[in-house]
């Protein structure tokens, strides 16, 4: 069964740092282009940030910028995002997912597949 599980969030103070976590079940990462999106309640889920295959091409949100950083691990099998910096508003369930048919970064939630379950991120005081 080809599964991403995502997984790092929490509860952080406004400006604290989360690192989250994406790992591959089932099929190597290798190949593919990943991307973190997040949902807050009420809203669309909105892509955050990818990454391609060799890590050669990253984009970011313009409301993430300068704050986030996308790596990856192919040897572990594993994605990453470290949030720094962190404001209210992006409280949100964090979803990773598998960029569909070419390995090429987007912000369309329908070129990607695969879905983790989400991960929590909840930033208050």
């Known amino acids: 069964q080809l599964q991403l599980v995502d997984s790092g969030g929490g509860l952080v103070q406004p400006g604290g740092s989360l690192r989250l976590s994406c790992a591959a079940s089932?099929?190597?990462?290798?190949?593919?282009?990943i991307g973190w999106f997040r949902q807050a309640p009420g809203k669309e889920r909105e892509g955050v940030s990818c990454i391609t295959n060799s890590g050669r091409i990253i984009d970011y949100s313009d409301s993430v910028k300068g704050r986030f950083i996308i790596s990856r691990d192919n040897a572990k099998n594993t994605v990453y995002l470290q949030m720094n910096s962190l404001k209210p508003e992006d409280t949100a369930v964090y979803y990773c997912?598998?960029?569909?048919?070419?390995?090429?970064?987007?912000?369309?939630?329908?070129?990607?597949?695969?879905w983790g379950q989400g991960t929590q991120v909840t930033v208050s005081s």
């Open positions: 089932g099929f190597t990462l290798d190949y593919y282009a």
């Open positions: 997912a598998k960029r569909l048919g070419i390995n090429l970064c987007s912000s369309r939630k329908s070129d990607f597949g695969s």
